[in-house]
């Protein structure tokens, strides 16, 4: 089963305007982390905010924030005042350590390709 | 220095080759990854290394062998390979295998591998 599913393989969004790109995940593991990436075609992740299952605020980092709802489980990422260069492809990951395999390493979902139009 | 660095960032070998891939960080982590990316795809994760003992293999083939010859340092050999493991091989490392700081992992920019 998808552990992390990211419903919109691609988005388009007027620049200057806001975007929210969905996010669910599935975990049985009450401590676990939220993360999302930023792929450029040049191929790095770049880390862009990250949310923990016990924070009890909504994370928020610059243009970037997590609308975290914890009991619907999904960790969508909203960006506001879209510039030309936030075109890439946008990925949520999963950091969780179920207790049979004490495992700890990101899943990450299918991800959603943004394209800033201007 | 808050850099994942990989070398090559791009390598074309043969079926027949022997290439090794380089991740190096500086950044006192103690955990290091190895994922794979197949294009349009996301990472999938092949190995992790802990405090310089590997910790996870997903099943990967005997084809792909990583090493950590020290904290700083990972590598993958690579061995007989064949086109279908042609894909962007992404490094990354995070403060510790049992913990890991909000900005949790960092990730190299990665080597694209072609296998001809």
């Known amino acids: 089963a998808q552990k992390i599913t990211q419903t919109q393989p691609g988005m388009f969004v007027q620049e200057k305007e806001a975007v929210t790109l969905d996010c669910t995940y599935d975990t049985s593991d009450p401590s676990y982390g939220l993360f999302w990436y930023k792929q450029p075609s040049s191929g790095e992740m770049i880390f862009l905010i990250y949310?923990?299952?016990?924070?009890?605020q909504n994370a928020t980092e610059g243009r970037y924030s997590l609308n975290f709802q914890k009991a619907r489980k999904s960790a969508n990422l909203v960006i506001s005042a879209s510039q030309l260069g936030d075109s890439a492809m946008y990925f949520c990951a999963m950091r969780e350590v179920p207790m049979d395999t004490g495992r700890r390493a990101l899943t990450f979902g299918s991800g959603t390709r943004l394209q800033v139009q201007p | 220095d808050t850099e994942v660095t990989q070398t090559p960032k791009h390598l074309v070998m043969g079926m027949t080759n022997k290439k090794s891939l380089k991740c190096e960080q500086h950044?006192?982590?103690?955990?290091m990854y190895w994922y794979k990316q197949k294009a349009k795809k996301p990472p999938e994760l092949m190995f992790v290394?802990?405090?310089?003992?590997?910790?996870i293999n997903e099943s990967v083939p005997s084809r792909f062998s990583p090493e950590c010859p020290n904290s700083s340092l990972l590598n993958l050999h690579l061995h007989a390979l064949q086109p279908e493991d042609s894909a962007l091989y992404l490094c990354?490392?995070?403060?510790?295998?049992?913990?890991?700081?909000?900005?949790?992992?960092?990730f190299g920019s990665g080597t694209r591998l072609t296998v001809v």
């Open positions: 990354a490392s995070s403060q510790g295998f049992f913990r890991e700081g909000e900005n949790g992992y960092t």
């Open positions: 950044m006192g982590h103690r955990a």
């Open positions: 949310q923990g299952s016990y924070d009890q």
């Open positions: 290394y802990s405090y310089e003992k590997l910790s």
